[in-house]
Protein backbone atom coordinates (compact mmCIF):
# COMPACT_ATOMS: atom_id res chain seq x y z
CA UNK A 1 0.00 0.00 0.00
CA UNK A 2 1.06 3.39 -0.77
CA UNK A 3 0.40 4.89 2.53
CA UNK A 4 2.95 1.94 3.96
CA UNK A 5 5.69 3.33 2.00
CA UNK A 6 4.93 6.66 3.89
CA UNK A 7 5.41 5.22 6.96
CA UNK A 8 8.48 3.41 6.41
CA UNK A 9 9.98 6.21 4.91
CA UNK A 10 9.46 8.41 8.04
CA UNK A 11 10.55 5.85 10.70
CA UNK A 12 10.49 2.41 9.11
CA UNK A 13 7.88 -0.59 9.69
CA UNK A 14 7.70 0.99 13.07
CA UNK A 15 6.38 4.43 12.12
CA UNK A 16 3.28 4.83 14.13
CA UNK A 17 4.94 3.81 17.66
CA UNK A 18 7.95 5.84 16.92
CA UNK A 19 5.86 8.92 16.26
CA UNK A 20 3.25 8.00 19.34
CA UNK A 21 6.59 8.13 21.88
CA UNK A 22 7.87 11.30 20.16
CA UNK A 23 4.43 13.04 20.46
CA UNK A 24 4.43 11.72 23.96
CA UNK A 25 7.71 13.37 24.88
CA UNK A 26 6.28 16.40 23.41
CA UNK A 27 2.93 16.66 25.64
CA UNK A 28 5.21 15.21 28.80
CA UNK A 29 4.50 17.71 31.80
CA UNK A 30 7.63 19.60 32.89
CA UNK A 31 8.27 17.17 35.58
CA UNK A 32 7.95 13.98 33.37
CA UNK A 33 10.57 16.13 31.15
CA UNK A 34 12.74 16.50 33.55
CA UNK A 35 12.75 13.19 35.20
CA UNK A 36 13.65 11.64 31.62
CA UNK A 37 16.31 13.92 31.42
CA UNK A 38 17.68 12.83 34.74
CA UNK A 39 17.19 9.29 34.24
CA UNK A 40 19.60 9.54 31.55
CA UNK A 41 22.48 11.08 33.53
CA UNK A 42 21.39 8.88 36.55
CA UNK A 43 22.13 5.45 33.87
CA UNK A 44 25.50 7.43 33.34
CA UNK A 45 26.53 7.23 37.05
CA UNK A 46 24.95 3.60 37.55
CA UNK A 47 27.68 2.50 34.48
CA UNK A 48 30.37 5.46 35.71
CA UNK A 49 32.79 2.00 36.14
CA UNK A 50 34.32 1.36 32.61
CA UNK A 51 33.66 -1.72 32.02
CA UNK A 52 30.05 -0.91 32.60
CA UNK A 53 29.71 2.10 30.56
CA UNK A 54 31.58 0.38 27.85
CA UNK A 55 28.58 -2.34 28.14
CA UNK A 56 26.18 0.04 27.79
CA UNK A 57 27.57 1.63 24.86
CA UNK A 58 28.16 -1.52 22.86
CA UNK A 59 24.65 -2.35 23.65
CA UNK A 60 23.61 1.30 21.93
CA UNK A 61 26.44 0.81 19.15
CA UNK A 62 24.55 -2.91 18.49
CA UNK A 63 20.92 -0.80 18.02
CA UNK A 64 22.82 1.75 15.61
CA UNK A 65 24.50 -1.08 13.89
CA UNK A 66 21.34 -2.66 13.52
CA UNK A 67 19.72 0.58 11.86
CA UNK A 68 22.54 1.08 9.21
CA UNK A 69 22.78 -2.61 8.77
CA UNK A 70 18.91 -2.51 7.94
CA UNK A 71 18.71 0.07 6.26
CA UNK A 72 17.19 2.50 8.78
CA UNK A 73 20.05 4.37 9.09
CA UNK A 74 17.69 7.55 7.72
CA UNK A 75 14.78 6.44 10.22
CA UNK A 76 16.99 6.23 13.28
CA UNK A 77 18.42 9.70 12.69
CA UNK A 78 15.53 11.02 11.65
CA UNK A 79 13.87 10.13 14.69
CA UNK A 80 16.82 10.92 17.31
CA UNK A 81 16.44 14.66 15.95
CA UNK A 82 13.58 15.03 17.34
CA UNK A 83 14.25 13.20 20.42
CA UNK A 84 14.10 16.77 22.45
CA UNK A 85 12.98 18.00 25.55
CA UNK A 86 9.50 19.89 24.87
CA UNK A 87 10.40 22.64 27.60
CA UNK A 88 14.44 23.09 27.05
CA UNK A 89 15.06 22.27 23.63
CA UNK A 90 17.59 19.97 24.73
CA UNK A 91 18.22 16.22 23.10
CA UNK A 92 16.60 14.29 25.33
CA UNK A 93 18.74 11.16 25.32
CA UNK A 94 16.20 8.76 27.24
CA UNK A 95 13.46 9.37 24.37
CA UNK A 96 16.52 8.98 22.02
CA UNK A 97 17.23 5.48 23.24
CA UNK A 98 13.43 4.90 23.30
CA UNK A 99 12.93 5.32 19.65
CA UNK A 100 15.86 4.23 18.12
CA UNK A 101 14.62 0.69 19.75
CA UNK A 102 11.25 1.74 18.43
CA UNK A 103 13.38 1.94 14.67
CA UNK A 104 14.76 -1.33 15.03
CA UNK A 105 12.55 -3.44 17.14
CA UNK A 106 12.28 -5.75 14.68
CA UNK A 107 16.02 -6.34 14.18
CA UNK A 108 17.11 -6.31 17.90
CA UNK A 109 16.51 -8.67 20.74
CA UNK A 110 13.63 -8.03 23.24
CA UNK A 111 16.28 -7.97 25.87
CA UNK A 112 18.45 -5.23 23.62
CA UNK A 113 15.01 -3.40 23.14
CA UNK A 114 13.79 -3.38 26.70
CA UNK A 115 17.26 -1.89 28.23
CA UNK A 116 17.00 1.03 25.55
CA UNK A 117 13.18 1.77 25.81
CA UNK A 118 12.30 0.44 29.65
CA UNK A 119 13.64 3.77 31.01
CA UNK A 120 11.66 5.80 28.61
CA UNK A 121 8.26 3.54 29.10
CA UNK A 122 8.96 3.51 33.29
CA UNK A 123 8.16 7.46 33.11
CA UNK A 124 6.21 7.80 29.96
CA UNK A 125 3.93 4.89 29.69
CA UNK A 126 3.32 3.92 33.96
CA UNK A 127 2.14 7.78 34.63
CA UNK A 128 -0.02 7.78 31.66
CA UNK A 129 -1.45 4.49 33.25
CA UNK A 130 -1.84 5.65 36.60
CA UNK A 131 -3.82 9.10 35.29
Known amino acids: K????????QYGPNSVAVEAALKKTQLATPEQAERLS???????????????????????????????????????????????????????????????????QDLISPDLFDFLYAPWASIMEQEASND
Open 38 to 104: LLWGDRLMYNETADKYDEWNALRMAASTAAVEGNRAASWKAAEKVARNPYTGERCYTTRDAVTALVV
Open 2 to 9: PQDLIEFA
